[in-house]
């Protein structure tokens, strides 16, 4: 994968939404960096997928089936990620239900349905996730919880309410997990990512090419993103380079939103 990185050996770490898009990318580039990966999805093939990728580069990582709404399936994947890794030193919690966010009109007409969606899976599933999370990493006498945020909560977007509200809710989550146990060795940081052309979205042809226009045309750094200028910051975050990085949201757009 041409990175020449070490500072992940000995790092066990899990990234929950890794079956496909960003999770996927930021799978490969902590294997690249000598982690031991758990990969958790709802998606569990594609999650095993991704799992074989990496042991076929002669990596370590492993798939576990994981719904982030259900407190039950949730507990069980870090029980199972555990079991195998042996202790826990990171998290990267990414997913997100995207089937419904071109449905997120505005405030008047947006379905009651999508925005319970929304905030079910993007606020109740980040929530248990710490919850799962925090003992393990405590246990190991502290560690990483990364969340992927979004750009949308500070970008004041005319659409996709339900998505920026509850991105904007994990951003108080991240906070709230860095000022309660930020003593006890825990960091906690977001990444925002600007759009970002996953694999996935540019095999699906479905994101509108004015949207796509409209993107680049508004990014300082005229390109779009891709799946993999995020994992590097993940990485990061996940690695001893973070160590003294808390409570941060670190927008990752090429200069499309200043903050
Ligand atoms: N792609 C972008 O432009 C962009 C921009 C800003 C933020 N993001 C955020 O980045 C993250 C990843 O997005 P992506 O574009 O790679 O999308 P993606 O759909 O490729 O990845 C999301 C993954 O989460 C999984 N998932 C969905 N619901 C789940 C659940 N209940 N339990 C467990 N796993 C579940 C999906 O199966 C999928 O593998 C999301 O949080 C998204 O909001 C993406």
Partial sequence: MGIHNTRLVGKAVMVVGAGSGIGAATVERLCAEGARVCVADINFAAAEAVAARMTEAGYEAFAVAVDIVEEASVNAAFAAAVARLGRLDGVHVNAADLRTIFADSDALSVELGVFDRTITVNLRGHLLCTRAALPHLLAAGGGALVYTSSGACDGGEPERPSYAMSKSGLNALMRHVASRWGKDMITANAVAPGF?????????????????????????????GKAEDIAGVVAMLLSEDGRWINGQVFHINGGALLT
């Fill in 196 to 224: 970002v052309m996953t694999p996935e979205l540019i095999a699906g042809g479905q994101v509108p090419a004015d949207w796509i226009d409209y993107s680049i045309a508004k990014t300082r750094s005229t390109r779009l």
